[in-house]
């Protein structure tokens, strides 16, 4: 799979495309059908499958920390797109100077100069340009007069309602991980490198390993039974907690993950986690202590989770005490 970073590097060279443009947050079952579409056509047209997307993603431009929480980060997006079949993803930075393209703008030097589009997946509700002036059927009849195809997108259902990124993003608020995973076809997860905390766990002897969720608003919150991948041919179980460790002053939204199961330096090592089940939500103790207690039975929930669904099957859980002692030579960090 072939990313271009900006407008700014498509290149002649790269030949005409089939096309199709969106957020794609979360890359659901609904994306996953569109992308089929798109290669299907591509594969008639001999073209390359494109999808163009944005970052920030528009909402994000406008409405700031207004905007829905955001499932995927752009590389955790581009990454999933490959996997379901896309040959190139343009990342648009969306801009002041990005969205004043008028309609015709859009249209003469981006998707036929630029892009040399043959073909262009869209929905019949699509629109584009400054103020989103543009339309389905401006498209068609620019396809008329430049020679490029345009196809509309089949609508996707699950359970009689169209899936969504916002459908998904309820979901996870409530907690609801098997609806997201029927959405999506994957467990909802968050990826990252680990990062060195504030070394607060070292007081409470429960490590964490730290990954930033580099989200501009969150699309949950609270403590989690949670699954990671990276540390080995097997997922691991643990107990995570997203949010802004408001016990401790915390500032920026984190990720930190308690394994229960394993011992080892990892920092640097980019992770997956996988979410299952939710505890509880996050919390402001009165104290460092409290803090401790807390995590101490959120410990302790995780295993009768993962018991009661004898899903861990990397190692067999021992008591929580034993968990703890495991991981001990993980640099700590404190969780809330």
């Known amino acids: 799979m072939h990313l271009i970073r ?21 890359v659901h079952a609904g994306h996953q059908a569109m992308i089929a579409q798109l290669r299907g056509a591509a ?64 249209i003469d030097d981006l998707l036929v100069t630029k892009l040399q589009t043959k073909y262009i997946l869209a929905g019949d509700d699509f629109r584009f340009g400054c103020d989103r002036s543009g339309d389905y059927a401006q498209l068609q009849r620019a396809g008329a007069v430049h020679g490029f195809e345009v196809d509309e997108l089949d609508t996707h259902t699950l359970a009689g309602e169209r899936v969504s990124s916002t459908r998904i993003r309820a979901a996870i608020a409530a907690g609801d991980f098997a609806q997201a995973r029927a959405l999506t076809g994957r467990d909802f997860f968050v990826a990252g490198h680990v990062v060195h905390g504030d070394k607060i766990g070292r007081t409470l002897g429960l490590p964490t390993a730290n990954i930033l969720m580099r989200r501009q ?7 989690f039974a949670v699954w990671v991948d990276g540390l080995g041919e097997q997922a691991l179980p643990a107990v995570a907690n997203v949010g802004t460790r ?10 930190e993950v308690h394994l229960l199961n394993y011992r080892g330096d990892i920092y640097g090592r980019r992770l997956r986690v996988r979410f299952a089940h939710k505890l509880r939500d996050e919390q402001r103790f009165a104290s460092l202590e409290a803090l401790k207690v807390a995590i101490e039975a959120d410990v302790v929930a995780a295993h009768g989770y993962f018991t009661a669904e004898a899903a861990c099957t990397p190692q067999t859980i021992s008591d929580a005490e034993g968990s703890r002692a495991s991981s001990s030579s993980l640099t700590p960090h404190a969780g809330n």
Not at 8 to 24: C, D, E, V, W
Not at 46 to 71: H, I, K, S, T, W
Not at 217 to 223: C, D, I, K, S
């Open 6 to 26: 900006g407008i700014h590097n498509l290149r002649p060279s790269l030949g005409p495309h089939a096309l199709t443009i969106g957020n794609f947050d979360g």
């Open 217 to 223: 608003v969150l699309p949950l919150r609270g403590v």
């Open 246 to 255: 408001p016990t401790v002053a915390g500032i920026q939204a984190r990720c």
């Open 43 to 106: 594969e008639r047209l001999n073209l390359p499958a494109m999808v163009m997307c944005f970052e920030p993603q528009p909402q994000e431009f406008f409405a700031g920390d207004q905007a829905p929480g955001r499932l995927m980060t752009w590389r955790d997006k581009v990454e999933t797109l490959a996997s379901v079949g896309v040959d190139r993803v343009l990342l648009v930075r969306f801009d002041a100077r990005f969205r004043a393209y008028t309609a015709a703008g859009f």
